[in-house]
């Protein structure tokens, strides 16, 4: 299996655009997560699905953030407008189930300026 | 408090020793649990999970896990320059309203040192 297959790795653009980071999770894998990570928080669960249904998104920071998944192999994160604070690695990952391991992403590398 | 806590480090030990690291979490009913290894510039990868109370050795490495003190461990033994990164206590916050949530630490840096 290829893995969590997420894109782009990196992706820089300036303040107020819009941005889209995609995720393709592992084939047969019933939950996605989507998490960011920084310095100072570290890993930070935004948005969680179950079979395509998001299950809890408390942490997304703000109505800037949503995400959606239309099908079992493929899910999107963006935010609308960016803000330099949203620089950060976004993770994407999947697991079998509830109890799994968590199978991560390569990763996309924000930069807001 | 913070859902899961760990020592943010750096932990530095010689070659060849046992590093320690450790992890407390808030719920108790949390069921699953987990540590991951993260190199600098790349994502987490996991090294062991660890469902029950007691060990679980995998090669150098030994998770340890005590729910009434709501602490989990992860040993190294024979410690490598290799095993110098972050790692990650992650904890599986079910069942509930929250199923499948899955709480990371901040991460312990550690150094072996040749």
């Known amino acids: 299996d290829a893995g969590v297959i997420q894109s782009p790795r990196h992706e820089v653009t300036e303040m107020g655009q819009e941005v889209t980071l995609r995720c393709k999770p592992i084939?047969?894998?019933?939950?996605l997560f989507w998490y960011r990570q920084t310095m100072m928080r570290g890993l930070e669960l935004l948005i969680y699905?179950?079979?395509?249904?998001?299950?809890?998104d408390s942490g997304m920071p703000e109505d800037r953030f949503s995400a959606k998944m239309p099908n079992a192999s493929f899910s999107t994160l963006k935010i609308q407008p960016s803000e330099p604070r949203d620089s950060a690695v976004y993770f994407c990952?999947?697991?079998?189930?509830?109890?799994?391991?968590?199978?991560f992403g390569n990763g996309t590398r924000l930069t807001v300026t | 408090q913070k859902e899961v806590e760990q020592n943010s480090g750096p932990l530095s030990v010689p070659e060849g020793a046992i590093a320690s690291l450790n992890c407390t979490y808030s719920?108790?009913?949390?069921?699953?649990f987990f540590w991951y290894r993260q190199y600098s510039g790349k994502s987490p990868e996991l090294i062991m999970s660890?469902?029950?109370?007691g060990d679980k050795e995998d090669g150098r490495f030994t998770a340890q896990l005590n729910k009434a003190s709501q602490y989990v461990s992860l040993l190294i033994r024979d410690s490598q320059p290799s095993d110098s990164a972050t790692y990650l206590c992650?904890?599986?916050?079910?069942?509930?309203?929250?199923?499948?949530?899955?709480?990371f630490g901040q991460g312990t840096t550690l150094q072996v040192k040749p």
């Open positions: 990952a999947s697991s079998l189930t509830a109890n799994s391991p968590l199978h």
């Open positions: 084939s047969g894998h019933d939950y």
């Open positions: 699905f179950n079979n395509n249904v998001p299950i809890d």
């Open positions: 719920d108790r009913g949390s069921q699953s």
């Open positions: 660890i469902y029950s109370n």
């Open positions: 992650a904890v599986g916050m079910w069942p509930g309203s929250n199923t499948g949530k899955l709480i």
